[in-house]
């Protein structure tokens, strides 16, 4: 097994050297390999990202101020942008593609062990770009190869393409609240509440259409180094759970989503933040750069979800920075429980209640993160008592670290302390490492393993492997 | 149905409050405070021509000079200002818009001394005061510098503060700029301007460039001599144009994107602000003297002979020992160079004039080759070369370019 496993890596390696050589080819003395925001704001990817995804500090504060250098807004928007630049530039400078994912995949359980290359899981078309000082949207438009559909009771892959996770608007409302008499700063162009020397409020900034408001968040999901694996299903059955942040998971064997089609709500999907793609809106302020609040609300399947967060920036000196966040969440009607008389059905809507803390730490190249969620439903049937656990819980501490330039190291514990229905329900303790090698800002590869801790149980679709080894690319331009 | 119903708001939302935006025009001062209702005293930053004009801070507590003040405001300010210092003189009275009160401890505890100076000196001639219609007349050209000073300082003892008139001592004076640093440039700067912000070692871990120490005495992008302390102007141009990154393996393909951005669209008073509050970490900026500044004299023609005199130049100072006989940061000592904290740091790619981080214009390389840069092997010639022969390998090093067209454009 370990030879075959030498061959993989071996045949693995190769591929992604002959891809690099090919992008090196590719991109040489292309000032245009990069993405829509580096491009707009001529700036290296780095200065945002500790590496992209993930945001450090300065991309945070670019983030929250509506995709503008903070106090530094271009005065005219996007009208300025295509009179000094063009039409075709600032068109070109507004979008950016991403390609992510596997090359190669290698799991390994004691019942069976597979090897495969796959295409990318995800291509994504970002359309982003400040319209005014103080709006700007922020539009993906996704194409997956390797999409999971279910229709008809059925698993099934068919590519999809459309909307992906964030197609949204965010507006700095800091001159609205100025027109109902509150004190207001101008602030390179951006209107904030509050005066110098006292208190004052960046923001309120309002982002509505498909949000995710993770960014905001001490553990943002959607930032994450370690990608979400795919699900795999096989003979219209789920095969194979994805290693996600289980943190951030549904966490309850045996609900649904919905009625109509009675969709399983898995035990891994990503709720309320990293979702696929919730409308909504969502507000977030920042008091005195140590507070930052949110609010909001995001569609859930058939319910709706309200939320209320905030960061505390506790701790920033000597490249030391310490943040911590809480989350409250209340899922009005968001997950069925599965109906009493036969658990293969849905039956009646539940409620939510969802609170977690986070925290993060940055000091010198080191990046740790973390947070506990806690899960917990009502309105569970009389029927379901003793069957049915309506509580659960999530932990997933991340720590990245960067070797080199060129290297960043990752590793991320997930462990679930799983609810739902006592005779299905597993819990899980996933430890991924990964490798991440970036030849240029804009594009890496990664080697990653991910490694089952607890027994494997071969009925379980969380737990029926052992080692999942994946080679694959991110592309960013 | 639901979804059209989420859209359909989003959209109303969206036109309501862009609506909102357009007829609601941004306010025009940044610092939100209601000086333009207390006589138009706006304390606007100090344009750049006094925004190094910082009084040493023995004037300020100097008996002689506070004497010496008295004796001058006497005669020519106490008719507007009041003897008494409360604006109230038998002139000022009338006046539209009424002197200042120098008992407000508030209001002179925000007034930065080059503001004071520039005041003193032009007066309500230029604007935003001339337009409010200030009477307050020049003095530059009836009073000497130490004059100047020496009025403000006895003004200031109206204040009641007893100490120097220093923004450590009166934090509000520069509190506008503290919250736009702490916006736009804690992150790489730090909390305290250490250069210890929590991005830096991520950007370029163990190796520089590093974001800027504005507490120490070393400042890479100056127009003074080696060792000093840069000019509020060249503070202005770095925030201006940012700093563009100077190659390493991550930026193949990325050609001249920036590693400091640009703050370009920042109004320009604010920009100031955010220096003031810069400068104010250092006190060297006001314990420094007369400091005199590298010119940049007109570009001479450039001929061929200029580029082979360039040339030999460039061997004779040793510029191929770290940028390489080509220029492209290769030469023997390259892999050794560290700057001053002891970091590994990349000898300038000649050949990628987009890179340089202080721009490739002819003027902005001249300024580099004369004034060296401050923590960098990079040695300053301005003791070495005449102007002429600066120029030579101006011309020389920008002709290593690997973008021909660009660079005669630029000489041009």
């Known amino acids: ?477 | 149905m639901r979804a059209k119903l989420f859209t359909s708001l989003a959209i109303g939302a969206l036109g309501l409050l862009v609506g909102l935006w357009l007829i609601c025009p941004p306010a025009t001062r940044a610092n939100g405070d209601k000086h333009e209702e207390k006589g138009g005293h706006a304390h606007v930053p100090a344009p750049l021509e006094y925004a190094d004009a910082h009084v040493p801070l023995a004037v300020w507590t100097d008996p002689a000079m506070i004497a010496r003040g008295k004796e001058i405001y006497t005669v020519k300010c106490a008719v507007c200002h009041g003897d008494t210092g409360d604006g109230k003189g038998p002139a000022g009275v009338v006046l539209p818009l009424k002197p200042s009160d120098f008992r407000d401890k508030a209001g002179v505890a925000e007034m930065r001394d080059n503001y004071w100076f520039w005041r003193v000196s032009d007066g309500g001639q230029v604007e935003p005061f001339k337009g409010k219609g200030s009477a307050m007349p020049s003095w530059k050209s009836e009073l000497s510098v130490e004059d100047r000073w020496a009025v403000m300082a006895y003004q200031h003892t109206y204040s009641g503060h007893d100490g120097p008139h220093v923004p450590w001592e009166h934090p509000e004076s520069v509190a506008m700029g503290r919250d736009i640093f702490v916006m736009a440039c804690v992150p790489c700067h730090g909390v305290v301007g250490k250069g210890d912000g929590s991005v830096g070692p991520m950007l370029a871990p163990r190796r520089a460039p590093q974001p800027r120490d504005f507490t120490s005495a070393e400042f890479k992008f100056r127009s003074t001599p080696s060792g000093q302390l840069p000019m509020t102007a060249d503070l202005f141009r770095t925030m201006t144009e940012g700093v563009r990154s100077g190659g390493g393996p991550m930026t193949i393909g990325l050609r001249g994107h920036r590693i400091m951005p640009s703050f370009q669209h920042m109004p320009v008073e604010q920009r100031l602000e955010v220096l003031e509050y810069v400068k104010s970490l250092n006190r060297g900026f006001w314990e420094r003297g007369a400091v005199k500044t590298v010119t940049v004299p007109a570009p001479p023609t450039l001929t061929p002979e200029r580029l082979t005199r360039g040339k030999q130049l460039y061997t004779d100072a040793e510029c191929l020992a770290c940028h390489g006989e080509r220029g492209r940061g290769d030469g023997l000592s390259a892999p050794t160079l560290k700057d001053n904290r002891d970091l590994p740091i990349a000898a300038t790619d000649l050949t990628r004039p987009e890179r340089f981080k202080t721009g490739s214009r002819p003027e902005d390389v001249y300024r580099t080759l004369m004034t060296g840069l401050a923590g960098t092997p990079m040695p300053s010639y301005g003791d070495a070369l005449e102007p002429d022969q600066a120029w030579d390998l101006v011309y020389y090093v920008l002709s290593l370019s690997n973008n021909r067209r660009r660079t005669s454009e630029a000489v041009r």
């Open chain 1, 1 to 477: 097994m370990l030879k075959r496993l030498g061959v993989v890596v071996f045949i693995a390696a190769g591929l992604s050297a002959l891809v690099a050589g090919l992008v090196a080819f590719a991109s040489a003395g292309r000032v245009e390999a990069v993405p829509a925001f580096a491009r707009q704001y001529d700036l290296q990817c780095n200065a945002c990202h500790t590496r992209p995804p993930r945001l450090n500090r300065f991309g945070e504060q670019f983030h929250m101020m509506g995709f503008q250098i903070p106090s530094a807004a271009q005065p005219g928007g996007i009208v300025t942008s295509v009179r000094e630049d063009g039409v075709v530039k600032t068109l070109i400078d507004s979008v950016a593609l991403r390609v992510e994912g596997g090359l190669f995949e290698y799991t390994a359980s004691p019942q069976e062990t597979e090897a495969k290359f796959v295409p990318p899981d995800e291509i994504t078309l970002f359309v982003a770009r400040p319209l005014l000082p103080e709006l700007s949207i922020f539009v993906e438009i996704e194409g997956e190869p390797n999409a999971v559909a279910f229709e008809n009771g059925r698993y099934f892959n068919k590519g999809e393409f459309g909307l992906g996770k964030e197609a949204f608007f965010m507006l700095n409302l800091g001159r609205l609240l100025g027109l109902l008499g509150a004190p207001t700063m101008e602030m390179g162009g951006q209107t904030m509440v509050g005066k110098h020397g006292g208190f004052s409020m960046h923001g309120p900034m309002l982002m509505a259409g498909k949000v995710d408001p993770s960014t905001n968040f001490s553990y943002a999901t959607n930032r994450q180094l370690i990608a979400p694996t795919e699900l795999e299903v096989a003979q219209g059955e789920v095969e194979r759970l994805p290693v996600v942040p289980y943190a951030f998971a549904s966490k309850f064997f045996g609900l649904f989503k919905n009625s109509d089609e009675g969709e399983p709500q898995l035990v891994t999907d990503q709720v309320m933040y990293n979702t696929a793609g919730a409308p909504g809106a969502d507000f977030h302020a920042m008091f005195n750069d140590v507070v930052l609040g949110q609010i909001g609300f995001l569609r859930e399947n058939e319910g709706f979800n309200t939320y209320a967060a905030a960061r505390f920036d506790l701790l920033d000196r000597s490249e030391l920075t310490f943040n911590v966040s809480v989350l409250v969440n209340w899922g009005f009607g968001v997950v069925r429980a599965p109906n009493p008389e036969d658990p293969n059905q849905p039956g009646n809507r539940l409620d939510r209640l969802r609170y977690g803390i986070a925290a993060n730490v940055r000091w010198k190249q080191l990046d740790v993160y973390g947070a506990v969620i806690w899960d917990r439903l009502y309105g569970v049937p009389g029927a379901l008592r003793g069957t049915f656990d309506g509580t659960a819980t999530g932990l997933t501490m991340q720590a990245d670290y960067l070797v080199h330039e060129k290297l960043m190291l990752s590793s991320r514990f997930d462990q679930l302390w799983a609810g739902g229905l006592k005779d299905e329900k597993r819990d899980g303790s996933v430890l991924s490492v990964q490798a991440k090698f970036y030849p240029w800002q804009n594009i890496a590869f990664f080697v990653r393993d991910s490694v089952n801790l607890r027994s494997v149980v071969e009925d379980s679709p969380l737990r029926n492997w052992r080692n999942q080894l994946f080679v694959g690319i991110d592309w960013d331009f």
